[in-house]
């Protein structure tokens, strides 16, 4: 259960990885896969299920496991996954005013949020 609500970006993420996993493990089982990258078999499993996000640590395992890169199983690592991606800029000209207020709201409580922890 994550902590938050996933972003549209991070479902997106997970269903990529899931993905990539499945297609460059084919013929091999869950538990193969986690024996030769020594994540457990649930740990793999929920990145299967799009329950889990890898971490970092876990990207690099299962590429050397695969023999593959990182960005080839997460476009996280991909150095051009953001210039695919719209702007910021972009997405926030499309909203109608309404939603441009909402969007203005939210990131002024982030800011001061962050603010207030460092």
């Known amino acids: 259960m994550p902590r938050h609500e996933l972003?549209?970006?991070?479902?997106h993420i997970r269903r990529i990885i899931a993905q990539n996993l499945k297609s460059a493990s084919w013929g091999m089982t869950q538990a193969e896969l986690g024996a030769k990258s020594g994540i457990p078999?649930?740990?793999i499993?929920?990145?299967?299920a799009q329950r889990s996000t890898p971490?970092?640590?876990?990207?690099?395992?299962?590429?050397?496991?695969?023999n593959m890169p990182k960005s080839a199983i997460d476009p996280r690592f991909d150095d051009?996954?953001?210039e695919k991606q719209p702007g910021i800029e972009d997405l926030?000209?499309?909203?109608?005013?309404?939603?441009?207020q909402i969007v203005?709201?939210?990131?002024?409580?982030?800011l001061t949020e962050q603010r207030q922890q460092s």
């Open 55 to 66: 971490s970092p640590g876990n990207v690099q395992r299962l590429a050397d496991a695969l």
């Open 92 to 100: 926030y000209k499309q909203l109608s005013p309404n939603r441009q």
């Open 41 to 43: 078999t649930s740990t």
């Open 45 to 48: 499993s929920g990145y299967f």
């Open 7 to 11: 972003s549209a970006f991070e479902k």
């Open 80 to 82: 051009h996954l953001f």
């Open 104 to 110: 203005l709201h939210v990131a002024q409580e982030q």
